[in-house]
């Protein structure tokens, strides 16, 4: 307050000794031009000019501020456009979460900026063309995520390999990953489509990648009983393979049972039972030592009975002594160890006692347990 009252004081004695001037000497001013003259005093002329400059300067800031309210108007037009372009982007990737494929594919369009974000909206896009497949929108998508952002080449290839998994494409999806390099996920992508497609060689060729990626874990064992399941009856290329294999795989039962139950000659089984079984008593690998052949049927039986001595009560060693005296003819040694196993709870037993009563001509009974079998 006390400094406004200085102000007002200060302006009315500016104005007093102004008044002062003008009274006591009013000056002459004259300005000519050609045949033109104007005459006032020297007070009025630069009361003129004052007003003159107060108006060339207000129109400079009228300027400015039109200039200025111009480039307001389109930071908000682009504020409004990007704030709708949020939602609606949000929208889209909500409604995918949702399983509304087709609305979100709406919304994600609607949502694109025409920068080089664009990208993430358009992989979103492909994702929900996938679903309702579409597969030439898909690609289209794909295509213009790249196309707005070259950045966005991997994230594309991975994208792609991923949508070709769903729709189950695996050499879509290997092409796909062809020149991205591996981390884990690609790793697990390849691991997937490798085995979707069954292609055990490339899986056995890639496997040190893999294995480096750490996405190998069991992997050659399925590439395994594909190769061996693939080799069936074709012994050489049956032990071929699975001497390639890796000792950890080469002990796995499910791979030799494989390897066991594709060969024709079944006697390049026996030491690779045996030492299996030595190394981890298993019971599907000791039903399995019951599957004989001519040549080995004689050291089978003797190494069934020696373990017999310390698994008498082992209802899958009473199978496979009963399906080598089976094999050998001893039909009642047979029918004595496979009613063992059976009454020990091995159900196979059912199926070989079946056998056993038809070669003993006892066909109603050999019925009787092919129909409790199958129960």
């Known amino acids: 307050m006390k400094r406004s009252l200085l102000y007002i004081l200060i302006v009315v004695v500016l104005a007093g000794y102004l008044g002062t001037l003008i009274a006591r000497d009013p000056g002459y001013v004259l300005v000519t031009y050609q045949d033109y003259s ?7 002329m630069l009361g003129l000019i004052a007003v003159f400059s107060l108006g060339v300067y207000v129109l400079l800031r009228l300027w400015r501020l039109f200039m200025r309210s111009g480039r307001m108007v389109q930071g908000w037009r682009e504020d409004r456009r990007e704030n709708r372009a949020t939602k609606l982007s949000r929208k889209g990737f909500t409604l995918l979460a949702e399983g509304e494929f087709d609305r979100a594919r709406k919304f994600l369009d609607s949502g694109t900026r025409g920068d080089s974000s664009d990208g993430i909206n358009y992989l979103a896009a492909a994702r929900a063309a996938n679903d309702i497949g579409d597969s030439e929108s898909r690609e289209t998508y794909l295509r213009l995520a790249e196309e707005s952002d070259h950045n966005l080449g991997k994230a594309r290839a991975v994208v792609a390999a991923e949508l070709a998994l769903m729709r189950g494409d695996a050499d879509g999806a290997l092409a796909a990953m062809e020149s991205v390099k591996f981390n884990a996920h690609v790793a697990l992508l390849t691991r997937r489509a490798l085995l979707r497609k069954g292609d055990w060689r490339e899986i056995l060729k890639r496997l040190p990648e893999l294995k480096k990626a750490g996405a190998a874990e069991g992997l050659e064992k399925e590439a395994a009983i594909l ?8 012994n050489g290329a049956l032990n071929e393979l699975f001497k390639s294999l890796s000792s950890e795989t080469r002990q796995d039962p499910a791979v030799i049972s494989a390897y066991t139950l594709n060969l024709s000659d079944r006697s390049h089984a026996e030491p690779v039972l045996r030492a299996a079984i030595r190394n981890s008593w298993q019971p599907e690998l000791v039903a399995l030592y019951g599957l004989a052949d001519e040549k080995t049927l004689p050291n089978r039986i003797k190494q069934a009975e020696k373990w017999l001595k310390q698994h008498a009560d082992d209802a899958a060693l009473q199978y496979c002594i009963g399906c080598l005296h089976l094999f050998s ?12 196993s059976q009454e020990l709870g091995f159900e ?3 199926t070989k006692l079946a056998e056993a009563h038809a070669a003993a001509g006892d066909y109603q009974r050999a019925y009787d347990f092919l129909c409790t079998s199958t129960k």
């Open 329 to 340: 003819g001893e039909i009642n040694l047979a029918k004595e160890a496979l009613n063992l």
């Open 348 to 350: 196979d037993a059912k």
């Open 227 to 234: 190769g061996l399941a693939h080799w069936k009856d074709d």
């Open 38 to 44: 104007l005459q006032t005093s020297l007070w009025v």
